[in-house]
Nanobody, 126 residues
Framework: QVQLVESGGDSVQAGGSLRLSCADSGHTYAGNCMGWFRQAPGKEREGVLGISPGGNVTAYVGSLEGRFTISRDNAEHTTYLQMSSLKPEDTAVYYC???????????????????WGQGTQVTVSS
């Protein structure tokens, strides 16, 4: 069973940085893809970045301009999303999720994530 808890959301000004964390209390963390998703007000949830068990990163959205970085610590069962140069349009609830790693760990499909955290709010003001 996978239980995910996000933390690190906050209100910041444009140009600021935040690091989100996702702690996984389950027993299968090391074998799962881990992903970060976000849902802005009035919009559908979208994938941001995924990371395979071995650390290969898959980008799900093309507008990040290298501002976001995903990483994971398999020993600590924790996934991170480092966000910099934040923009008001990054305002959203950010969710982490666990998913399958079906392609030999080379990349993580945006579909199929099966366990989700409760979300953490990121608000960026101009």
């Amino acid at each position: 069973q996978v239980q995910l808890v996000e933390s690190g959301g906050d209100s910041v000004q444009a140009g600021g940085s935040l690091r989100l964390s996702c702690a996984d209390s389950g027993h299968t963390y090391a074998g799962n893809c881990m992903g970060w998703f976000r849902q802005a007000p009035g919009k559908e949830r979208e994938g941001v970045l995924g990371i395979s068990p071995g650390g290969n990163v898959t980008a799900y959205v093309g507008s990040l301009e290298g501002r976001f970085t995903i990483s994971r610590d398999n020993a600590e069962h924790t996934t991170y999303l480092q966000m910099s140069s934040l923009k008001p349009e990054d305002t959203a609830v950010y969710y982490c999720a666990a998913g399958p790693s079906p392609y030999g760990g080379t990349w993580c499909p945006v579909e199929g994530y099966f366990s989700w955290g409760q979300g953490t709010q990121v608000t960026v003001s101009s």
